[in-house]
């Protein structure tokens, strides 16, 4: 194993969330990050690992980014392809053992807000700005036996209680989830653009566990708005491995996950087309 030398923020993000899903996982994503993180794992350590997608494919093989969690890669070469209903029906039973979910708020407990952030006088009627809500998250949140979470790390996302709770961390800590009756054991990991997060397993509290190359712990303390705990054994984060990172470019060679963004510039269908042309053929369908 070779680690990378050149990589982006994006992709250590990518890596780092990748080896948090184990060969035996049956894992709920999303798109952006934590598809290419699903992807990632499947394609090296954790080949036998299961991804669910909100639209009801499950365990697809694709060569393409879904753009949607209902888009047509979402079920290409899938061990099945059922109803939303079905997927969230299983969720609830407990038969998804990792979600991998973000939010626009984060609080000392892992509680996400990704609902609304209320207006000056609080309302939720008249926000400051409104989200998209749940969509699935709750869902996730509230059962999968345990969940990642992604949210860059901003002044005024980690904050002391969010304002809206969209989906439950610990609530108000210990044993807080238990009497609400969720099913789920709550947030292992925050994966942020500067540092990792985790939780104390006493007080269920949030701590800074590992931080990105140049990062310092002023710099997070700076983002986080409560008297952040830090790690005794506190160190740097382990780099992708360069077969992550070709992994991760061949399944977004255009960048557009991963941060290029190239589709914003212009170019010819012929570009387009043999841009494609190589990112399948450079990733291995193994069926």
Known sequence: MSYAKDYTTSELMGAITARQIRNDDVAFIGIGIPLIAGVC??????????????GGGVGAMSRRIPWTISDNPTTDNALAAGPMWRVFSDQ??????????????VDRYGNLNSTVIPGVDGSYTRPKVRLPGSGGANDIASSAQRTVIMIRLEKGKFVERVRFMTSPGYLTGP?????????????????????????DEETKEMYLDAL???????????R?????????????????TEEQVRVMRSFD?????????????????EEYYEKMKRSYEAIELKL
């Open 212 to 222: 990105f190359p140049g990062v310092t712990v002023d710099q997070v303390r700076e």
């Open 41 to 54: 794992a499947v394609s090296t350590h954790a080949p036998d690992a299961i991804l669910i997608y909100e």
């Open 253 to 269: 060679s255009m960048g557009i996950i991963l941060g290029k963004k190239s589709t914003q510039k212009t170019e010819t269908f």
């Open 175 to 199: 044993g807080a989830r238990e009497r609400a009756g969720l099913m789920g054991g709550g947030p292992v990991m925050v994966v942020t653009d500067h540092c990792i997060f985790k939780f």
């Open 92 to 105: 609830q039973r407990g038969f998804i053992t990792l979600g991998i979910i973000g939010g626009a708020e």
């Open 224 to 240: 986080v708005d409560w008297d952040l705990k830090v790690a005794p054994w506190l160190s740097e984060v382990e780099p992708p």
